[in-house]
C-alpha cells in the first residue's frame, strides 16, 4: 500500500494504471520514483501533445526538445547549447535559496552536454511593489539570489527581463535561461548507450533537502507550509564553480558516453531518462550514494534533489582519466552501478533489490487530456471618455512605471562582464552581445508580456516571441533559434488551459511563418494560490538567440544632435494591454497587438542591413510605452532631445495618444546622418517607414501639423525613468 509519508502527486487514475502495469503493489521506493517522473514538473502530462505544434528543426538545429539542452550550430565547428528553467514555488517560499539554486540548475542542464556555460538571463515577474511589501522582499532576494551564484561561479548574467502585476503577488515567476557553447565534436548526449558502462554520481552530497522537489512544483502553492520549505534546495556555488571546471576538461579527454544534471527527481528522473534515451536498463546500489544523514530511507535517496550532482556515463576501460581530473578539483565521486541491457531499472540497498521497475513505465507518464474553454470577457473594449492627463504627463508617468523604468538597480547587482565574452552589456543595446570563439557574436534577449497574454493569449504568446525578435535584430543580429517557457495557473481549470492552447498555437504560428525554431523550453503550471484559486495572468517568455558575422558595438540611443529620426513600421489602434491602458488610465481592455511574421520577416531583414552596414547610429525597438516611451529611452543615456510630427509617423490613427503609445508590434526608431542610404535600403524592402523629425536640444518635443503637443526635458524624463526601482527598494 501506499505510505501516508509519500503524500503522492499521482492521481487515482494514475495509481490504477501502475498497479495494473506491474501486476503488482509497488513498494513505497518504487511509489516514489513514478511520482518523481510522473510529476507534471518531469513529465509534461498536460502539454506534451499540445508542444508537438512548435516547429524544432532548422538549418542550424543539431538538437532540439528532449535533452537537457537544445544544440544550435553557428559555423566552423562549434556549437551553442540553450536552455531555460524556473524556481517559482521555491522562490515564493525561500527567495534567496530558491532563486540561486535555480541558477545553479540551468548551468548544470549547460554543463551536461559537455559545453561552458557563458551567459545568464533572469525573466521576473513580482506582485505590484508599489503596494505590497511581500513583493518587495521578494524582488530584493531574488535578486540577491542570482546576483550572488552566478557571480560565485563566474558565469555573467547578461539579459533579462521584468514585470510587476498584482496576478503574481502570491506566485511570483523566478525563470532563468542559459547559454553555452562548445565544440561540436565535444558534445555529451544525456543518454546511456552501452551495457557494462559505469554510473558515476559525482559533486555534492545527498540530503533531505529538496526531497519531492517535482511534486511540490507539480502542485498548486500553499501558504505557511514546513514540509514545502523543506522541499527548497540548498545552494553550493563554490561547490558549482569545481564542479564547472572538472566536468569540462573531463569532456575533453572524449571518454564521457553520457552525462545527465540531478535536478527535478533527482536520481529517480536522471537515472531513468538516462536508460530510456538509450534503450538500456540500469542497476544502481545505493549505499554507494554519499549521503549527510546515515538513516536516509532509499525513497528519500531517490528523489532528494540536493544541489550540484551530475551522473556521468564512462567506459570501464576507459573511466581512470576521467577520475583523475575529478580527483585534481577535488570533486567527489563515487561509482554507484552499471548500464545493463533490456529496459529495467534496479535500485538496491546492500546488495537487496528495492526498486524493480520497467524503465518504460517510468519515463511513460500518460498524458492527461484537458477540458479547454474560453472564459467570458472579464474586461471592456475602451476605458472611461473625458480622461485625458496631456501626453507629457502621459509620458513621465509611464517612464517612473516599474514596467517600464530603468532596469540597472537590478543588473549593476551582477557582474556581467566576467568571462570577456560580453561585447554588448545590459543597458547598453536592445540585446546583449557575446563574442564567440570562431569570430562571430551572439546576440541574446527574453521578452514577455502578461497584459497582453491575459486579454488575448494566442496573440500575447506570438508577441512575447516578436517582441525578441526585434531586440536581437535592434543589435544587427539575424534571429536563428529560441526557447520559451510557459507559466499558467491549473491546468485542470478549463479557462487556464484555453489561454496555454492559444498562447501555444500563437508562439507555433509565428515561428513557423518567420522559419524561427523552437530548440528547447519549459511549461510550469500550478502557479496559482490553493487557498484563493487565483492563478497568474499567462505568462509566457521567449529567448531568442541571434547571430552577428563580426564583432560591431551598435547602440540604442541618440548619439550626434542634426541627425535623421525614423519611424519604421506602421502603428495601429492597438492600446489594449498597454503600460498607457493600465498605468496611467487604470483601464484593462481593448485590442491587443497582433504581430505579422511575413511582414516582420521583411522588416527585420530592412534592420538587420541598416544596423550592419552603419547605415544608422542608433537602432531601438517599440514595445511598453510604445513610441513615446522608444524615443524618450534614445534620449535619456546620451542626455540628447529630439523633435517628431506625429503627422508623419505612418499609423492608422491620429488621436496623439493613440499614436505615440499603442503597443504595435513589428515598430523601431533609429537615427542616422544617412537619410539617402536608410531611405534606399527601406524603399527596396518595402516596410513601411517616415522620416519624422531630427535629434538635438535639451528636451523631446512633439507637435502634429505644425501644432506643438508636449515639450517634455530629457533631465526630467531621466529622474522618472532612473529613480523609480533604488526608491522603491529603499
Not at 532509499?298 to 532528494?304: C, D, L, V
Not at 508577441?463 to 485542470?492: K, T, W, Y
Request: proline share 6%; net charge neutral.
Amino acid at each position: 500500500m501506499i505510505s501516508n509519508e509519500l503524500k503522492l502527486g499521482l492521481t487515482s487514475a494514475e495509481v490504477q494504471a501502475v498497479r495494473r502495469a506491474l501486476g503488482r503493489e509497488p513498494n513505497e521506493t518504487e511509489w516514489a520514483v513514478i511520482d518523481a517522473e510522473w510529476s507534471e514538473h518531469s513529465s509534461y502530462k498536460s502539454s506534451k501533445a499540445l508542444l508537438r505544434l512548435l516547429p524544432t528543426t532548422g538549418k542550424r538545429v543539431l538538437l532540439g526538445p528532449g535533452y537537457d539542452a537544445g544544440v544550435v550550430d553557428i559555423g566552423k565547428g562549434y556549437v551553442v547549447t540553450l536552455h531555460v528553467e524556473s524556481h517559482n514555488h521555491p522562490s515564493a517560499v525561500d527567495p534567496y535559496g530558491g532563486a540561486a539554486t535555480g541558477i545553479g540548475g540551468v548551468l548544470r542542464d549547460i554543463l551536461s552536454m559537455g559545453s561552458r556555460p557563458i551567459a545568464l538571463l533572469d525573466m521576473l515577474r513580482f506582485g505590484d511593489i508599489g503596494k505590497s511589501s511581500h513583493s518587495r522582499w521578494l524582488f530584493k532576494n531574488v535578486v540577491r539570489g542570482i546576483a550572488d551564484y552566478g557571480n560565485c561561479v563566474g558565469v555573467p548574467t547578461v539579459a533579462g527581463d521584468v514585470e510587476f502585476d498584482e496576478s503574481f503577488e502570491r506566485n511570483c515567476l523566478v525563470d532563468v535561461a542559459c547559454v553555452g557553447v562548445a565544440k561540436r565534436e565535444r558534445l555529451v548526449l544525456g543518454e546511456a548507450k552501452r551495457p557494462g558502462d559505469v554510473l558515476v554520481l559525482i559533486g555534492g552530497s545527498t540530503g533531505r533537502d529538496g526531497v519531492g522537489g517535482a511534486t511540490f512544483a507539480s502542485k498548486n502553492l500553499t501558504a505557511g507550509s514546513e514540509t514545502e520549505r523543506s522541499s527548497v534546495q540548498v545552494p553550493a556555488p563554490f561547490t558549482k564553480k569545481l564542479l564547472i571546471d572538472a566536468i569540462l576538461e573531463a569532456a575533453e579527454t572524449g571518454l564521457i558516453r553520457g552525462m545527465k544534471d540531478l535536478g527535478g527527481g533527482g536520481l529517480s528522473t536522471a537515472l531513468s531518462e538516462l536508460a530510456s534515451k538509450g534503450g538500456t536498463g540500469i542497476d544502481v546500489e545505493l549505499t554507494k550514494v554519499s549521503t549527510r544523514q546515515p538513516d536516509m530511507t532509499p525513497a528519500e535517496i531517490m528523489i532528494s534533489e540536493s544541489q550540484e550532482r551530475m551522473i556521468l556515463v564512462v567506459s570501464p576501460r576507459g573511466s581512470e582519466p576521467v577520475l583523475e581530473i575529478l580527483e585534481k578539483y577535488d570533486v567527489p565521486h563515487s561509482a554507484i552501478g552499471r548500464v545493463t541491457p533490456g529496459g529495467s531499472m534496479k535500485i538496491r540497498l546492500n546488495g537487496k533489490i528495492v526498486v524493480d521497475l520497467p524503465v518504460d513505465l517510468v519515463t511513460g507518464a500518460p498524458a492527461i487530456p484537458r477540458q479547454s474553454r474560453r472564459p467570458d470577457a472579464r474586461v471592456g473594449l475602451a476605458p472611461p471618455k473625458g480622461v485625458d492627463p496631456g501626453i507629457g504627463s502621459s509620458l513621465l508617468a509611464l517612464m517612473s512605471s516599474p514596467n517600464i523604468a530603468s532596469r540597472s538597480w537590478i543588473y549593476r547587482q551582477y557582474d556581467h562582464e566576467v568571462g570577456v565574452r560580453t561585447v554588448v552589456k545590459p543597458g547598453e543595446g536592445d540585446a546583449s552581445l557575446l563574442r564567440m570563439p570562431n569570430g562571430t557574436m551572439l546576440a541574446v534577449k527574453a521578452d514577455g508580456n502578461s497584459k497582453h497574454s491575459f486579454l488575448d493569449p494566442r496573440s500575447g504568446g506570438a508577441g512575447c516571441v516578436a517582441e525578441a525578435c526585434r531586440n536581437v535584430v535592434a543589435v544587427g543580429a539575424e534571429p536563428i533559434a529560441m526557447v520559451d517557457h510557459l507559466q499558467f495557473g491549473d491546468p485542470s481549470d478549463p479557462g487556464v488551459y484555453w489561454a496555454f492552447e492559444e498562447s501555444v498555437a500563437g508562439i507555433a504560428g509565428y515561428c513557423r511563418e518567420l522559419g524561427l525554431p523552437v530548440v528547447g523550453g519549459k511549461v510550469s503550471f500550478y502557479n496559482e494560490d490553493s487557498s484563493t484559486k487565483v492563478a497568474i495572468k499567462p505568462a509566457p517568455i521567449a529567448m531568442v538567440v541571434g547571430l552577428v558575422p563580426r564583432v560591431m558595438r551598435p547602440k540604442s540611443w541618440f548619439n550626434s544632435p542634426g541627425e535623421w529620426v525614423v519611424v519604421i513600421g506602421r502603428t495601429k489602434a492597438e492600446l489594449g494591454g498597454s503600460e498607457y491602458y493600465e498605468s496611467v488610465l487604470r483601464h484593462i481592455g481593448g485590442s491587443v497587438p497582433k504581430p505579422d511574421p511575413v511582414a516582420d520577416r521583411r522588416l527585420y531583414r530592412a534592420v538587420t542591413r541598416l544596423v550592419r552596414d552603419g547605415l544608422v547610429t542608433a537602432a531601438h525597438d517599440a514595445s511598453k510605452g510604445g513610441l513615446a516611451v522608444a524615443l524618450a529611452e534614445m534620449c535619456v543615456p546620451s542626455v540628447l532631445g529630439a523633435s517628431v510630427d506625429l503627422a508623419r509617423i505612418p499609423a492608422d490613427v491620429v488621436e496623439p495618444a493613440d499614436v505615440l503609445f499603442s503597443e504595435s508590434h513589428g515598430r523601431f526608431v533609429v537615427s542616422t546622418g544617412d537619410r539617402k542610404g536608410v531611405e534606399t535600403v527601406l524603399e527596396a524592402s518595402r516596410v513601411p517607414y517616415s522620416v519624422v523629425g531630427k535629434t538635438g536640444g535639451e528636451s523631446l518635443e512633439f507637435s502634429q501639423r505644425g501644432k506643438s503637443l508636449a515639450v517634455v526635458g530629457v533631465d526630467k524624463l531621466a529622474n522618472a525613468w532612473q529613480a523609480c526601482l533604488p526608491e522603491m527598494m529603499d
